[in-house]
């Protein structure tokens, strides 16, 4: 070939491939500002009660042109970052052997694209992190030492994620409960019996029990405005999630799910949160939906992505969100000695604007399911309960010594 054919042609395929290669950062939806058909033109954000600290950032920055899905990381991130929020990220409550894993993923609609991370530990922002890998591999998971290093080579600071409060709060677990742990047959096993319940003897053992822990609380130098939080969470160990989905103007709209996990768990467990179709699925034409609570009973519903399905084929969001919290109660019998012992809410939103929020206990009138909602005023909404009542914490918390 001469070299004026080769410049000749390599100038034509450079111009070729910068015709088809979006803009970087730039949706394909991006450029065409009009609403689209079928969409509300407003935006909406919906997400877990607890999301709150950081929503009306998110918003804003919805009004302002954001990307859905910056909006979205934007609100995990900000729970990610408090201490005080045991459930994500730096201060989250670690596994058996005392450390922290996180689990996140995201899915981006307007192009379509998805990432996730699991069992990351020392990264804080892994909502972040799953995005990184969306952008930045051909791949869409990544798990443990990998995406550490993935992380780190991205300019990831590898933190300690295990606050003082936190790793008081499993010394106190190690000590006096990690013969109750996740090791064993699960509610799904055919001869599992549920637990006596508690009366007479048994509760005076447990008051017992817990004046134990309050002592021992106290000599291992946990503050006494956190000492009985400390015991509730050795108890009672709190399953800690966030999930966010984000609509524009546009009708663009992301979702991301962001989670430390099952305190207490076995090193290595995966939850539903960092898998696709489970703690969160995305799709343009249809919306996106997200869980917390069970997350073994939502992955053998594959629950975010049945949802977004159930809505394509023209269900509401309430309607298919209701449906698949009856395809766990069905795994089950629909036996309600097993159901007590779970909990599930699922948070969905249609790209027309539409949402819902669906739970499978509705809680207490004190304390009901519920869920966070920003379309121009941010709200906190009671969810719609497949089953009324409250999910059964076991065993039964008696009341803790002054």
């Given at each position: 070939m001469k070299r004026r054919e080769f410049i000749s042609g390599a100038a034509a395929s450079a111009a070729a491939l910068a015709v088809a290669a979006?803009?970087?950062?730039?949706?394909p939806a991006a450029s065409n500002t009009s609403v689209r058909r079928g969409t509300s033109g407003k935006s909406v954000i919906i997400c877990k009660h607890t999301g709150t600290q950081g929503m009306g950032r998110g918003y804003e920055m919805l009004m302002n042109g954001a990307d859905t899905l910056d909006a979205a990381i934007h609100i995990c991130q900000v729970q990610e970052d408090d201490p005080n929020d045991q459930s994500v990220g730096y201060g989250g409550l670690p596994n058996e052997d005392g450390e922290v894993e996180l689990d996140s993923c995201c899915m981006h609609g307007p192009t379509r694209r998805a990432g996730s991370v699991g069992g990351v530990r020392n990264i804080k922002?892994?909502?972040?992190?799953?995005?990184?890998?969306?952008?930045?591999?051909?791949?869409?998971?990544?798990?443990?030492?990998?995406?550490?290093?993935?992380?780190?080579?991205?300019?990831?600071?590898?933190?300690?994620?295990?606050?003082?409060?936190?790793?008081?709060?499993?010394?106190?677990?190690?000590?006096?409960?990690?013969?109750?742990d996740w090791w064993g047959p699960g509610l799904a096993d055919?001869?599992?019996?549920?637990?006596?319940?508690?009366?007479?003897?048994?509760?005076?053992?447990?008051?017992?029990?817990?004046?134990?822990?309050?002592?021992?609380?106290?000599?291992?130098?946990?503050e006494p405005e956190w000492r009985r939080e400390a015991i509730a969470q050795v108890l009672h160990p709190p399953t800690g999630t966030i999930h966010v989905s984000a609509l524009n103007a546009r009708g663009e709209i992301s979702g991301a799910t962001t989670t430390s996990g099952l305190s207490w768990k076995i090193a290595g467990r995966l939850g539903d949160s960092p898998i696709l179709g489970a703690g969160c699925w995305t799709d343009q034409d249809v919306g996106s939906a997200g869980a917390t609570g069970s997350g073994e009973e939502n992955i053998k519903v594959v629950g975010a992505h049945t949802i977004v399905e159930l809505m394509r084929q023209g269900k509401s969001p309430q309607e298919a969100g209701l449906e698949a919290l009856r395809r766990i109660a069905r795994n089950y019998n629909n036996d309600m000695n097993k159901l007590r012992?779970?909990?599930?809410?699922?948070?969905?939103?249609?790209?027309?604007?539409?949402?819902?929020?669906?739970?499978?206990?509705?809680?207490?009138?004190?304390?009901?399911?519920?869920?966070?909602?920003?379309?121009?005023?941010?709200?906190?909404?009671?969810?719609?309960?497949?089953?009324?009542?409250?999910?059964?914490?076991?065993?039964?918390?008696?009341?803790?010594?002054?």
């Open positions: 979006p803009v970087k950062g730039q949706s922002n892994v909502a972040r992190l799953a995005r990184t890998v969306m952008e930045r591999t051909g791949h869409v998971m990544l798990v443990a030492e990998g995406a550490h290093k993935f992380a780190i080579a991205h300019g990831f600071p590898h933190e300690n994620l295990l606050t003082e409060r936190s790793r008081k709060t499993w010394l106190l677990w190690k000590e006096s409960m990690s013969d109750r055919p001869n599992w019996k549920a637990p006596a319940e508690l009366s007479g003897s048994a509760a005076q053992a447990m008051n017992v029990h817990v004046a134990r822990l309050a002592e021992t609380a106290a000599e291992m130098g946990i012992f779970l909990d599930m809410i699922y948070y969905i939103l249609r790209v027309d604007g539409e949402y819902a929020g669906v739970s499978l206990w509705s809680g207490t009138a004190a304390r009901p399911a519920r869920f966070a909602v920003h379309d121009g005023k941010q709200r906190i909404e009671k969810c719609v309960a497949l089953f009324q009542g409250t999910s059964v914490e076991w065993p039964p918390i008696p009341k803790l010594p002054a």
